[in-house]
């Protein structure tokens, strides 16, 4: 390990409420042995809780790491760029607040940006998962779809075209005769909505009250769940443990044997098999919270 500043998050001055406490190691990960360096717990939103387990992935930590010089990069010529009015982070790399991100990011790691995995404590914005933005993907029939542009000849008659560069102007531009072949004229509210296998789509109508639509859209949701699963599904989240978690993993990454492990959870059996067991559960939670 190697000695740093003293507390359970160096950026969190509200949890160093110790001068004794043991220093964090490179990754900014308390003494596992010790459940006070971890801070007060109690004050964690969920949000954070899935940072402090996913900030202990390797390839998170990788991901930040083989990006943060050229973000850095990246942020300083935005925001010395004339003209360019941009919301890059300012700060360093090794501030709370500045994120790496890529195309696959979301896909990756369900952030809009990666944070420095070596910091626990940081805003509230930038750990929050980006499915938690807008829990739904909403399809709008009052805004034209982007894809779409209208026939010159008849307002009423729509294409799809790809080529997004036509999409540049304010108003939308009209369709040539000669860009007409080979495109399928489709309604004017046409909407298409790309569905994965487990996902589905529910019109509501804004002009009718929405209590109704909800509990009928519910019940919907329900039935199908029922039929493809055989059971509602529901989030169970143990938090209570979530702490006994963060401590395994942060004990066999430090070395500890599985035996050690298992006294992290003395409601069950003190052997080798039970550390293993639990260091399993834990890193589920590395992937999955």
Avoid at 75 to 104: H, R, T, W, Y
Avoid at 105 to 126: E, H, T, W
Wanted: net charge positive; proline share 6%.
């Amino acid at each position: 390990m190697t000695r740093q500043e003293k507390g359970p998050d160096r950026h969190d001055k509200t949890d160093n409420t110790s001068e004794t406490r043991p220093a964090l190691n490179d990754w900014g990960i308390p003494d596992w042995r010790d459940e006070e360096t971890y801070g007060d717990v109690k004050k964690w939103t969920l949000d954070r809780w899935r940072w402090e387990f996913f900030r202990r992935r390797e390839d998170l930590r990788k991901f930040f790491d083989d990006r943060a010089k050229a973000q850095y990069r990246s942020n300083q010529a935005m925001k010395n760029a004339p003209n360019i009015a941009s919301s890059s982070f300012e700060g360093l790399p090794s501030e709370p607040g500045f994120g790496v991100s890529s195309p696959d990011c979301a896909d990756l790691f369900g952030y809009i940006s990666v944070p420095n995995p070596r910091i626990g404590n940081q805003p509230s914005g930038i750990i929050k998962p980006l499915a938690n933005y807008q829990s739904f993907k909403i399809t709008d029939g009052g805004r034209i779809p982007k894809d779409y542009i209208y026939d010159e000849g008849d307002f009423n008659k729509w294409y799809c075209v790809p080529q997004r560069q036509d999409m540049s102007a304010t108003r939308k531009p009209s369709i040539t005769s000669e860009r007409k072949t080979g495109l399928s004229a489709v309604p004017f509210r046409y909407f298409p909505v790309a569905l994965k296998k487990h996902e589905l789509a529910i019109n509501f109508d804004i002009n009718k009250p929405i209590d109704q639509q909800v509990k009928e859209a519910r019940e919907i949701l329900i039935s199908i769940q029922l039929e493809r699963h055989g059971k509602a599904l529901q989030v169970r989240r143990h938090t209570k443990k979530w702490l006994s978690y963060l401590r395994t993993l942060d004990a066999r990454e430090a070395g500890a044997s599985w035996s050690e492990i298992s006294t992290l959870h003395p409601e069950s059996q003190q052997t080798d098999q039970t550390g293993r067991d639990k260091w399993n559960q834990a890193r589920s939670l590395c992937f999955n919270l």
